[in-house]
C-alpha cells in the first residue's frame, strides 16, 4: 500500500526558525532601550545586571562586553537624555530674541520633553549615583540655565542692570521650570500650554502683577 506524499511531509518536524542575530550596533542600542526603561521604573539602586540582561534576552557578559557594568549603561543612557533635552532647548531658543519669547519657549520645550519623553525626564530628575559630566537634576537645571544665560545678559545690559547677575537669574528662571515640571510629570494637569502660561506669567509679571487669564503670546 502506497503512503501518501502529504503523511510524509506531515510526519516530518517542522524546521524552527532561526533566530536572527544582532550586530554589534543594534545590541547595544537594544541594551540602552531596556536600560532605559528599567531605570525610569526602578531606579538605578533598583534596577540589577540581572534583569537587564534577562529583558534583553542575552547573558551578563553582553552587558559588560558593551558598558563595562551597570553604572557604565546608565552613565550612557543619561548623557543621551541630557543632549536631547539640551538640544530641543537650544533649538526652541533659536530663533527668539524677546526675552518673554525665550521663557515661553524654554518652558514648552521642557514640558514637551516631559510629555514625549517620560521615562527620560523620571530617570534625569532623580539624583545620579554615578560621576560623570552630566546627570542628576541640579546639573540638568545648570546645562539649560547655560543656553539662556547669554540672552539674559544681553537684556540686562540694554537696560543698565549688572551683567554679573544673568547666570543667577538664568538658575532661578530654568529652576522654576524644570521643578514645576516635574511636579506636572504626575499630575499631567492642566494642559501643558496653560502651565507654560501660568509659568511665564509668575516669571514675567510678579506676584504682583499676575495676569488673570495668562496666555502665551507665541510672538
Not at 18 to 36: F, H, I, N, P, W
Not at 80 to 95: H, K, P, Q
Amino acid at each position: 500500500m502506497m503512503r501518501h506524499v502529504t503523511d510524509d511531509v506531515a510526519a516530518r518536524p517542522r524546521a524552527t526558525p532561526s533566530r536572527v542575530r544582532m550586530t554589534g550596533k543594534q545590541r547595544r542600542e537594544q541594551l540602552l532601550d531596556v536600560g532605559r526603561a528599567l531605570f525610569a521604573e526602578r531606579g538605578f539602586d533598583g534596577t540589577s545586571i540581572e534583569e537587564i540582561s534577562a529583558r534583553a534576552g542575552v547573558s551578563k557578559p553582553v552587558v559588560y562586553e558593551h558598558f563595562g557594568g551597570k553604572e557604565g549603561l546608565y552613565a550612557v543612557v543619561v548623557d543621551r537624555e541630557m543632549e536631547g533635552l539640551l538640544d530641543r532647548i537650544t533649538t526652541a531658543l533659536g530663533s527668539a530674541t524677546h526675552p518673554r519669547v525665550v521663557l515661553e519657549r524654554a518652558a514648552l520645550a521642557l514640558l514637551d520633553y516631559i510629555e514625549m519623553s517620560t521615562d527620560g525626564f523620571r530617570i534625569l530628575v532623580r539624583d545620579s549615583p554615578v560621576a560623570h559630566s552630566t546627570g542628576g537634576f541640579a546639573s540638568l537645571i545648570s546645562d539649560a540655565a547655560s543656553q539662556v544665560e547669554y540672552i539674559l545678559a544681553a537684556e540686562f545690559k540694554a537696560r543698565g542692570f549688572a551683567t554679573k547677575h544673568a547666570p543667577m537669574y538664568a538658575q532661578m528662571l530654568v529652576g522654576m521650570v524644570a521643578l514645576t515640571g516635574q511636579w506636572w510629570l504626575e499630575v499631567r494637569s492642566p494642559k501643558k500650554a496653560d502651565v507654560a502660561a501660568h509659568l511665564v506669567n509668575l516669571a514675567w509679571n510678579g506676584l504682583s502683577g499676575l495676569e488673570h487669564k495668562p496666555r502665551l503670546s507665541g510672538t
